[in-house]
């Protein structure tokens, strides 16, 4: 079955957010051409039996679970589902709660509207003291988008905002995909160097709205390892392109 629109959501033990998860993916259900595949990303806990437990509550959503058995990062978790969507345009997101589901709507719309030209859509997050941001959460988001775009020669702005949405073209012109949350910065440049199309609308990422979960800045030791990991990565996707 081909269907209009693919959203990819990986989960890593959120097994207590499934629940407001599918709450929240009811919302969608008006889309009738809507595939939604959500990855177990290696869990431990009880994500994967919860999972299955709502999707068997909400036959009314076209939803396909995937089990990955390791956790290799963000990335992977989300390049796994788009191999298997079936939708012309792809979008993902996080699982957990900062990331609204509910903003989707906004780029579907942003979608049929541009519907003729090759274009990623991303979130643009806004508000951010409002939404609990500290100074360290911007100073690294901020830095983080400095670093990339001065090693990939390209300006990168807001690189982790979600949701990301684009036409099945980009993903044909990926050969290389990173496992971890630079899949982000990756998938915007290539956007970039294709000449695509960027738009960005406004989404509230409030950081209290989280409560379960795993990420990879939860604490200082995880922003300076993932400042470092920014570097390293932001290499990998400048020798491994084909621009």
């Given at each position: 079955m081909q269907f209009k629109y693919s959203l990819i959501i990986p989960c890593f033990n959120e097994e207590g957010n499934i629940k407001y998860l599918f709450s929240n993916l009811l919302k969608l259900r008006i889309y009738k051409s809507l595939e939604i595949i959500i990855v177990d990303n290696g869990s431990s806990d009880l994500t994967l039996k919860t999972l299955n437990f709502y999707k068997k509550k909400n036959k009314?959503?076209?939803?396909?679970?995937?089990?990955?058995?390791k956790n290799k990062g963000f990335g992977f978790g989300v390049f796994q589902?788009?191999?298997?969507?079936?939708?012309?345009?792809?979008?993902y997101t996080h699982a957990?709660?900062?990331a609204k589901i509910i903003e989707l709507?906004?780029?579907?719309?942003?979608?049929?509207?541009?519907?003729?030209?090759?274009f990623l859509i991303k979130g643009?997050?806004?508000?951010?003291?409002?939404?609990?941001?500290?100074?360290?959460?911007?100073?690294?988001?901020?830095s983080c988008d400095f670093v990339l775009s001065l090693m990939l020669f390209c300006h990168l702005e807001d690189v982790h905002a979600q949701p990301n949405a684009f036409p099945r073209s980009l993903l044909k012109k990926i050969r290389y995909c990173p496992n971890d949350f630079l899949i982000d910065a990756y998938f915007l440049y290539v956007a970039k160097k294709m000449k695509y199309k960027i738009v960005r609308f406004n989404v509230n990422f409030n950081k209290k709205s989280r409560k379960y979960g795993q990420g990879s800045s939860d604490n200082i030791f995880k922003k300076f390892k993932g400042s470092f990991e920014h570097i390293?990565?932001?290499?990998k996707i400048l020798f491994k392109s084909n621009f």
């Open positions: 009314c959503l076209k939803i396909k679970i995937i089990k990955i058995k589902g788009l191999k298997k969507s079936r939708g012309k345009y792809l979008c957990d709660r900062e709507k906004k780029a579907f719309q942003i979608i049929n509207n541009n519907s003729n030209l090759n643009r997050r806004i508000n951010r003291i409002k939404n609990h941001w500290t100074l360290i959460d911007q100073i690294f988001s901020k390293v990565g932001a290499i």
